[in-house]
C-alpha cells in the first residue's frame, strides 16, 4: 500500500501505467550498489550498453539505426574513460571500479536528466570510490544531470551533493543545504551522526555514540520515531509525532525541539 | 596505552608468505609480511579488498586448508610457532588463546542454535564446566557486552538479533575464553555508522577489562585512527607501511598512504573540487609487477622502484616507521610531497611506448610552473602515460633523466630503455 505523489518534471507520474511510463524512463536511469549483479555476464558490454537505445525511440519516433548505437556507445566509452576494446568484453573481464564506470554509461545511454544512485560507491575501496564520485561530479558538471545520491557515507554525501535529506526509519528528519545540515545539524540524529563517522585523524574528539539500535519498521514508536534513541528526549515527543518545519530559509526539520545554532 | 618496555611481543609474524597453485602456478597472496603485536596492542591491519588481510588472519589461525595452499614463515605466539603446530595443538589454542570475530555475524553463527548454546558450547569445549555454571558466565558476559536483557537474549536465535546484538554476542563468544590475542576481521562493516560506533566504543576498552590485544582487519582508515595503537598498511599482499597510528597519520611516510588518506573525502573545511584519486587498480597476484607492487599506480616513481621489490623488512623492531618504499635519492620523502607541487609534468605527450629493451625514444614534456621553478628536478619527470584523459588508464614505461637536461617549459628527453618493460596495452 503506498500514497502520496511523485510528481517529475510537472508530470504526476504515480499513477501512470506502465505503458506510457516507459518512454518517460529514457529520462530517469538508475545506478545500482551491486556493479556486478546488475550487468548480466553472459552479454558483452556493448550488448549491454545497446539494449536501452534498441529499446527506445529517437525523440522524433525514429528507431536507433546500428550506426548511431555504436556512435553513440563510443562517445560513453570516452565519457566513463574506459577503451573502446571494452565493448567487446564481458563483465566479469573488469574489476570494481571499471563495472561501476560500465553502469554509469549504462544510465547514461539515453542522455537522462535524473540519474537515481543507490550506495554507488559503498562496495568500493576507498581508492577507487574517489575516482568515481570524480566522475560523478564532471559527468553532472558536463552533462547537467540531476542526482539522487544514496549513500550512507556523509563524507561522500558532502563531497557531492548540493541539498541533503537525512532518513531515519523511512522518514525525512532532516532537509537542507549540505553545508548547512552537515555543519550546523539541527536534528539530534543528524548531530549523532555527523559525529558518529570515523574520521581519519588521531586523537579526533569523541563524542558518546547513540544507545540503542534502530526499531523494526514493523511496529514504529509512537510519537517522535527517533525518540526512543534520543539524547534530548521530552515526553512530548513520545506522543507527539513532529512534522517538517522550516525554521532557516532552506533549512527543514522535522524535531519539537531542534538545537538552533 | 602499552609503553615502550621490553618485554616480547605478544605475537611475532615473521616473513610470512602465503601462496595458492592454480593450474601449475604459483599464486603469492601475502609476501614476506612480518609485525609484531604488543599485550594489550590493537594493531590496525588496513589494506584495499584483495590485499591479503583477510588471509593473514586466516593463516594465523591455522583456518587455511585448501589444497595447493603454501604457508611459510613463522609466528611466535608465546613461545610457540602458530604455523607449526598440529591441527589437535591448534584447536586447544583456537578459541581459548586466540579468537576471531568475523564481518558477518549471521553467518558466523549456525542458525539452528540459540546464541546461548552456542557461547555455552565454547565455554564447556575449553574449560570444565557445568551447563549451568556456563550458562551463568555466558549471561555475564552478554550483559558485559551491553546486550539488553542478557539473560532471554541468551535463549534467541541469531535471526532474531539486530546486527548490532548479533556482534555483540559474536564478540561476548570471542572473549568467553578470556583470549590473550583477539583477531577482528572487519568487525563494523556491516553495521549502522551509529552501531559502528558503539561497538568501536567496546573493542577499545576490551584491552583493560580484559586485557586482550586486537588484531583489527579493516580497509577504513577512519576506524583505524579512532582505534588502533599502530597501524599496518597492506597493498597487494606485501606490507607498504607501518608505525604508531599516530606518526602514520601525520606523516606518511609511503606514497600509498599518502594517497590513500589522500583520497578520503574531508568532513571539515572547503570542499575539493576534485578527490585525489590513485589511477588505476591493484593489480591481480599474478600480474603483481617485480618491482614495488605500487608502482604503476605511484606518483613518485623512480627508476629504483621497478627493477626489484622494496628492501623487505630484515627486523620489524617495534614502533620504528618502516615505509616498504625505495629510498629515493635527492627526493623529499613523500610526507614532504604536496602532490600539487610535486606533478612535474601535467601533460606529457607524445609518449611512444617502448618495445624493446636497451631501445631509445624521445619524449616531449610541458612542465607546469612548480617544475619550471624548481632545479634539478628531472629525475623525478613520469613519462608514465599514455592517455591524458582524466582517469584514464596509466601505464608507467620507465624513467631516465639526466639531472639538469632540458629547458624548463618544454623538454625533450633521449629516453634509454633498460631492464625489463611492462607489456605495452
Known amino acids: 500500500m503506498s500514497a502520496g505523489q511523485i510528481v517529475f518534471d510537472g508530470q504526476d507520474i504515480t499513477r501512470l501505467p506502465e505503458r506510457i511510463l516507459r518512454p518517460l524512463r529514457q529520462q530517469m536511469q538508475m545506478v545500482f550498489q551491486d556493479s556486478y549483479a546488475s550487468l548480466n555476464p553472459r552479454r558483452r558490454i556493448g550488448d549491454l550498453l545497446a539494449e536501452p537505445l534498441r529499446v527506445h525511440r529517437t525523440p522524433d519516433g525514429r528507431k536507433h539505426t546500428p550506426m548511431t548505437i555504436a556512435h553513440r556507445l563510443e562517445e560513453l566509452m570516452e565519457l566513463v574513460s574506459l577503451p573502446r576494446a571494452a565493448l567487446e568484453r564481458y563483465p566479469h573481464e573488469f574489476s570494481g571500479g571499471q563495472r561501476q564506470r560500465i553502469n554509469i554509461a549504462r544510465a547514461l545511454v539515453l542522455s537522462p536528466r535524473l540519474v537515481v544512485a543507490d550506495e554507488p560507491v559503498s562496495a568500493l575501496d576507498v581508492s577507487v570510490q574517489a575516482q568515481i564520485v570524480n566522475l560523478f561530479a564532471d559527468l553532472q558538471k558536463s552533462l547537467g544531470l540531476t542526482y539522487v545520491f544514496i549513500a550512507h557515507d556523509l563524507a561522500v554525501v558532502r563531497q557531492i551533493s548540493t541539498r541533503v535529506a537525512v532518513m531515519y526509519l523511512g522518514a525525512i528528519v532532516e532537509l537542507g543545504e549540505t553545508d548547512t545540515v552537515l555543519h550546523n545539524p539541527a536534528h539530534p540524529y543528524t548531530i549523532a551522526l555527523t559525529q558518529a563517522v570515523p574520521r581519519p585523524i588521531v586523537g579526533a574528539a569523541r563524542h558518546a555514540p547513540l544507545r540503542g539500535e534502530i526499531p523494526s519498521p514493523v511496529n514504529k514508536p509512537s510519537g517522535c520515531r527517533f525518540h526512543t534513541r534520543c539524547p534530548a528526549v521530552q515526553t512530548r515527543c513520545q506522543n507527539e509525532a513532529p512534522t517538517l518545519t522550516q525554521i532557516a530559509p532552506n533549512h527543514r526539520v522535522a524535531c519539537h525541539y531542534p538545537v538552533l545554532k | ?425
Open chain 2, 1 to 425: 596505552m602499552p609503553t615502550n618496555t621490553p618485554s616480547p611481543p605478544l605475537l611475532d609474524v615473521h616473513d610470512l608468505c602465503v601462496s595458492f597453485t592454480s593450474r601449475g602456478q604459483v599464486i603469492p597472496i601475502v609476501e614476506n609480511l612480518s609485525f609484531s603485536i604488543g599485550e594489550q596492542e590493537i594493531l590496525g591491519l588496513v589494506g584495499e579488498s584483495g590485499s591479503g588481510k583477510s588471509v593473514t588472519a586466516m593463516a594465523l589461525m591455522g583456518l587455511i586448508d585448501a589444497p595447493g595452499v603454501h604457508v611459510s614463515g613463522f609466528a611466535r605466539f608465546k613461545g610457540q610457532d602458530l604455523l607449526g603446530l598440529s591441527g589437535k595443538q591448534m584447536r586447544a589454542l583456537r578459541g581459548r588463546e586466540i579468537a576471531m570475530i568475523f564481518q558477518d555475524p549471521m553467518t558466523a553463527f549456525t542458525p539452528v542454535y540459540t546464541i546461548g548454546w552456542q557461547i555455552d558450547e565454547q565455554l564447556r569445549a575449553h574449560q570444565s564446566l557445568s551447563r549451568r555454571q556456563a550458562r551463568t558466565r555466558t549471561v555475564e558476559l552478554l550483559g558485559e557486552m551491553g546486550v539488553p536483557d542478557p539473560a532471554n537474549t541468551a535463549n534467541r536465535y541469531p535471526h532474531q538479533l539486530s546486527g548490532g546484538l548479533r556482534q555483540r554476542a559474536m564478540i561476548a563468544m570471542a572473549l568467553s575464553c578470556n583470549p590473550s590475542l583477539l583477531i577482528a576481521d572487519e568487525p563494523t562493516t556491516a553495521l549502522d555508522v551509529t552501531v559502528q560506533a558503539q561497538i568501536l566504543d567496546l573493542m577499545r576498552r576490551l584491552r583493560t577489562t580484559y586485557g586482550s590485544s586486537v588484531l583489527l582487519i579493516t580497509h577504513d582508515m577512519g576506524v583505524v585512527a579512532e582505534t588502533c595503537d599502530s597501524t599496518l598498511v597492506l597493498y597487494s599482499g606485501r606490507a607498504a607501511e607501518t608505525g604508531t597510528t599516530q606518526d602514520l597519520f601525520a606523516h606518511p611516510q609511503h606514497p600509498y598512504t599518502a594517497a590513500l588518506l589522500a583520497s578520503i573525502p574531508p568532513m571539515n573545511g572547503p570542499r575539493p573540487t576534485r578527490l585525489p584519486a590513485i589511477p588505476g587498480a591493484p593489480p591481480q597476484p599474478l600480474e603483481r609487477p617485480t618491482g614495488c607492487a605500487f608502482a604503476p599506480r605511484c606518483t613518485y616513481t623512480h627508476a629504483s622502484c621497478l627493477p626489484a621489490p622494496p628492501p623487505r623488512f630484515a627486523r620489524l623492531a617495534r614502533r620504528i616507521r618502516l615505509p616498504a618504499c625505495c629510498p629515493r635519492k635527492g627526493i623529499p620523502s613523500p610526507s614532504a610531497f604536496a602532490p600539487a607541487q610535486h606533478l612535474f609534468c601535467e601533460k606529457p605527450h607524445a609518449v611512444p611506448f617502448p618495445h624493446r629493451a636497451g631501445g631509445s625514444s624521445s619524449l616531449i614534456f610541458r612542465c607546469n610552473a612548480a617544475f619550471a621553478g624548481g632545479k634539478g628536478c628531472l629525475q623525478d619527470l613520469q613519462p608514465q602515460t599514455r592517455a591524458n584523459t582524466p582517469g584514464g588508464r596509466w601505464r608507467l614505461l620507465y624513467r631516465y633523466a639526466r639531472r639538469g637536461a632540458g629547458s624548463c617549459r618544454g623538454i625533450r628527453l633521449r629516453q634509454v630503455h633498460t631492464g625489463a618493460l611492462p607489456a605495452a596495452a
